[in-house]
């Protein structure tokens, strides 16, 4: 079974930036992508906003591409999303999820989530 464990989120002032971390344990086969999704309060989950799958590619969304990067962490089996230029409008619950695929071929649905870790970005 696969367990997903945010960790990184906080307060910071606009403008400035986070590092959240996802690790992954359980993870099976060598074909798997970890995506990181948020939601705002009263808004639904957006996402994937960032994908890094096992082959190594990484894919960003248009609205946050050139502010957050996906990596691989330092850690094994972690995948790092670094947030820069924040604004009050990345105010969100920060959730990482796995899939099964990868960029190259295809991804599939998203079924292996973690519960979150707050970001808060105050004005």
């Known amino acids: 079974e696969v367990h997903l464990v945010e960790s990184g989120g906080g307060l910071v002032q606009a403008g400035g930036s986070l590092r959240l971390s996802c690790a992954a344990s359980?993870?099976?086969?060598?074909?798997?992508?970890i995506g990181w999704f948020r939601q705002a309060p009263g808004k639904e989950r957006e996402g994937p906003l960032c994908?890094?799958?096992?082959?190594?590619?990484?894919y960003c969304k248009d609205s946050v591409r050139g502010r957050f990067t996906i990596s691989s962490g330092t850690a094994k089996n972690t995948v790092d999303l670094q947030m820069n230029s924040l604004t009050p409008e990345d105010t969100a619950v920060y959730y990482c999820?796995?899939?099964?695929?990868?960029?190259?071929?295809?991804?599939?649905?998203?079924?292996?989530w973690g519960r979150g870790t707050q970001v808060t970005v105050s004005s």
């Open positions: 999820a796995e899939a099964d695929g990868t960029i190259a071929t295809s991804i599939g649905p998203w079924r292996n």
């Open positions: 994908i890094r799958s096992s082959e190594g590619n990484v």
């Open positions: 359980g993870l099976a086969g060598d074909r798997y992508a």
